[in-house]
């Protein structure tokens, strides 16, 4: 439902009859007053010349940033997009996430480059082995400097199971929602199950276990890092995924502990169109050349959980598949 800001005050505001929000959870129109009013305050307090202004101006001023203003309404959740990061708040105002581009533009040309050594060394690896990989001789150089690289690679041949029991013991804390998804889920069928832990630093490699080698494609130099990762040695730092199979789709579902304090989602161009709601929870959704991938942050059992589910379903099936996900890992109430 769309309602007209105008029509919300007895006397309306300069320049607000083209202004529509969105409202797609029935709040009533005092809130939205609310909403609305709060934000022309926000603008006022946040622009102090705007004060010093002639009246007429300062009512010109907020008609203008009316006009800007981007809200929508889901299930108690703001969704507010200003110079591309959209932001994502609670009915207590608490900031749950945040989309926004990533900090640094990978050239097409480099990311074909990184994705040629990381397929290199990981199929170089054996089950349970891990790697760091630093590609370009200005990262390599800096690590030798016991500086911070700008940028690093990591891959991991993960432990893989046929079936979710196989793991069942080993899912504690923040993960121990998931031991009920068991092998078949909605209508699909688990096909594997991969355990990779969250892989250190290259900080904390010692300078004589770096491997240098060339990319034959390039000429670029780059160096690795393999080590045996101890099975058991990542309970409380496990990245999870369940991988499914039904007649027609797949879905991979990423799940680890989300142990930060702000939930932050990198998108190029990020888009209030792309914000669902399943769950009482805001989902954000990123199109990719292998399908779409849904982005969420639960309360689990034991702290929160994040998520990454990626399919080639179409959109609704996806969004029906993480509803039934955040049934049943979510906290028992």
């Known amino acids: 439902m769309r309602i007209r800001v105008s029509e919300l005050f007895e006397e309306p505001l300069p320049a607000t009859d083209g202004i529509e929000l969105r ?5 009533d129109s005092e809130r939205i ?22 009246l007429r101006q300062k009512r010109v001023t907020i008609g203008i940033a009316l006009i800007a203003l981007s809200v929508m309404l889901l299930s108690g959740f703001t969704y507010a997009l200003t110079s591309g990061l959209l932001t994502i708040k609670d009915d207590n105002g608490r900031v749950v996430m945040q989309v926004q581009k990533p900090n640094t533009i990978i050239p097409a040309e480099q990311k074909e480059l990184e994705d040629r050594i990381r397929k290199t060394i990981h199929d170089r690896l054996r089950i349970g082995e891990g790697a760091l990989i630093l590609v370009g001789q200005q990262n390599i150089d800096a690590v030798r400097r016991y500086q911070e690289p700008k940028r690093y690679l990591s891959t991991y041949r993960g432990h893989e199971y046929s079936s979710t029991q196989d793991v069942s013991s080993r899912l504690v804390g923040h993960l121990s929602g998931m031991k009920k998804l068991g092998d078949r889920f909605m209508d699909a069928k688990i096909s594997k199950v991969e355990m990779v832990p969250n892989l250190s630093h290259p900080n904390a490699v010692p300078l004589d276990k770096w491997v ?25 730092d496990t990245v999870i995924i369940f991988s499914y199979r039904s007649a027609d789709s797949t879905f991979r579902l990423m799940g680890n502990a989300g142990d930060f304090t702000s939930f932050e989602v990198f998108d190029q161009n990020p888009s209030a169109e792309r914000i ?8 954000y959704q990123i199109d990719g050349q292998n399908g779409s991938s849904l982005i969420w942050r639960q309360l689990g059992h034991d702290g929160e959980l994040d998520f990454r589910l990626t399919s080639d379903a179409d959109i609704q099936k996806q969004l029906d598949f993480a509803d039934a996900v955040i049934k049943a890992t979510s906290e028992e109430r």
């Open 23 to 27: 409202n797609d959870s029935g709040t």
């Open 33 to 54: 007053k609310q909403m609305v009013m709060g934000k022309i305050g926000e603008t006022a307090t946040c622009d102090a010349p705007v004060l010093r202004r002639p």
């Open 276 to 283: 669902h709601e399943a769950g009482g929870i805001p989902i």
């Open 212 to 236: 240098e080698a060339t990319d034959t494609a390039s000429g670029n130099p780059y160096a690795y890092y393999k080590f045996n990762a101890d099975e058991r040695a990542y309970l409380d």
